[in-house]
């Protein structure tokens, strides 16, 4: 079951709490997760929103999420004419502290930094080898992954000796599972 948080039922509950949201922390812009923002952003109604922090998806990487990119670019529109505050987390490490909250941004991922991606490909330790798709211009879309229309990033993409697509998997646990149900 997958919770969604509509912005009326944020509004009726904020008045309560003094309709002022301190901070509001968003982890990518499709509409399961911005939705209800870029709603209140939209129709504030009273509500105030004192800063949001985000990462700004670059064009190249809204391109490879045709699905969600209406979405985003709604968000992005919606924010931008706010005025409300805006963190744009590009680099991990950013330190604060909200109402005695202390809180650190650990990871932000970036479509165009090699070393992230050569990161996470050591950190998954899968056991056949490994192919990153190169970035010839910084947010510029990459050419493998373009070619092959892939739903996320990243996406693990198992390709047959005849060079077709055999599977996909958002993550190792994914694609473990899809060969386990075929090997």
Request: net charge negative; charged share 25%; glycine share 6%.
């Amino acid at each position: 079951m997958k919770l969604v948080v509509l912005p009326q039922a944020i509004k009726n509950v904020l008045p309560a709490l003094g309709n002022e949201v301190e901070a509001w922390f968003t982890s990518h812009p499709h509409n399961d997760h911005v939705g209800a923002l870029t709603k209140i952003l939209q129709n504030p109604d009273g509500m105030k929103i004192n800063k949001v922090y985000h990462s700004r998806f670059s064009d190249s990487l809204l391109a490879c999420e045709a699905p969600y990119q209406q979405y985003a670019l709604d968000y992005y529109e919606a924010l931008d004419k706010s005025g409300i505050e805006v963190a744009n987390q590009t680099e991990p490490g950013l330190t604060g502290q909200i109402d005695g909250l202390n809180f650190k941004i650990l990871g932000v991922t970036n479509d165009s930094r090699r070393e992230d991606w050569l990161k996470a490909l050591e950190q998954d330790q899968l056991p056949w080898k490994q192919v990153i798709d190169e970035f010839p211009e910084p947010y510029k879309p990459a050419r493998v992954i373009t070619m092959y229309a892939a739903p996320y990033l990243p996406t693990l993409i198992l390709i047959g000796p005849d060079g077709k697509i055999i599977g996909q998997a958002k993550d190792k646990h994914q694609l473990v599972e899809w060969l386990e149900e075929r090997l």
